[in-house]
């Protein structure tokens, strides 16, 4: 088995002050990639900073003989978002990998949730990545290549109760990495999502103090030993190191991290039915209805076969 060195690669990791995001650069750093450590040091919720989270794990990767630099612009305005990639030219002069970790919370039921809460969590959750990989992209085709890695979540791919703004931004997400996965191919740039699962992150507790619509069932999980030391946010770092490195195997890809379990989700689409050259009627869909659904039929649908289809 060889060994996953990064050789001074340069990697910038947002929302990296803490919980996965600080799994992840550590374990980046410890791996010899040189690291731009983003985050604001914002509440989970939204709001507020703390430029010492950034400079804190920065510390810690000096300490432990790595190399890293603190950025702690928002990823909420273009400027901010920009600087991250910026900062690594100017201190490297070279951008090999991005990972947007960031994420805040907004939770409340459907009709409850105000059109600020699904904004606000839209324009950092979506907005604020496409805000990191654009400037990114733009460095990596020019210089031959890079990685590009967004974290989205079950609730992306499956939905959730009370996270329906959440749950748009982390699926909204599908559509921008797989499609910056298509545009990247011819010029060496990958582009994955991994789907993590987490505890003892500042989000889930933030989610626990303060009673949200999750916080009970979450506050059974924490206290839970074997599932809390099984789900520590470190166990979702080795996923990021392999999309990462320079030998990544995938682009468009899904990607899972559960609690030492590795997998994917996958996209499909099944046989279905055609009506034939006549316009199909109402009836006769609902006719065949057990064929437009039969999931017997579905096949996995990667990227080439969805490439220009709208």
């Known amino acids: ?34 690291v731009v450590v983003n985050d604001l040091g914002g ?50 002069g070279r951008l090999d990998a991005v990972v947007a970790n960031h994420a805040i919370l907004r939770d409340k039921p459907f009709d409850e949730m105000t059109l600020d809460d699904f904004d606000d969590v839209i324009d950092v959750n979506l907005r604020g990545v496409m805000r990191v990989f654009h400037p990114a992209f733009k460095v990596m085709k020019s210089g031959g290549g890079g990685r590009i890695v967004a974290i989205t979540s079950s609730a992306g791919m499956l939905g959730a109760h009370a996270q329906a703004n959440y749950a748009a931004a982390k699926s909204g997400l599908l559509g921008l990495t797989r499609s910056i996965a298509l545009e990247g191919a011819p010029h060496n ?26 916080a009970s069932a979450d506050a059974d999980l924490v206290r839970n030993a074997k599932v809390a030391a099984s789900l520590k946010p470190e166990r979702v770092s080795p996923i990021i190191a392999v999309l990462t490195h320079s030998t990544c195997p995938v682009t468009g890809e899904v990607l899972c991290s559960w609690g030492g379990w590795y997998g994917r989700f996958g996209i499909t689409r099944n046989a279905g039915w055609s009506g034939g050259a006549e316009l199909a009627t109402a009836e006769e869909i609902v006719d065949h209805w057990g064929k437009v659904v039969d999931q017997s039929s579905a096949r996995d649908a990667g990227l080439d076969a969805f490439a220009g289809q709208h």
């Not at 050789?7 to 374990?27: K, N, P, W």
């Not at 740039?189 to 889930?204: C, E, Q, W």
Request: hydrophobic share 45%; net charge negative.
């Open 1 to 34: 088995m060889s060994t996953l060195s990064f050789d001074g690669d340069v990697i910038v990791v947002t929302g990296a002050g803490g919980g996965m995001g600080r799994c992840h650069a550590l374990e980046l750093a410890r791996r010899g990639a040189r």
């Open 43 to 92: 509440h989970p919720f939204g709001g507020g900073s703390d430029p010492g989270l950034a400079e804190s794990v920065v510390a810690e990767i000096k300490a432990a003989g790595g190399e890293a630099v603190a950025n702690t612009a928002s990823v909420a305005t273009a400027d901010g978002a920009r600087s991250l990639t910026e900062q690594a030219m100017d201190e490297w």
């Open 189 to 214: 740039i990958k582009a994955n999502i991994v789907a993590p699962g987490a505890l003892g992150t500042r989000m889930h507790l933030a989610m626990v103090e303060s009673a949200t619509y999750h």
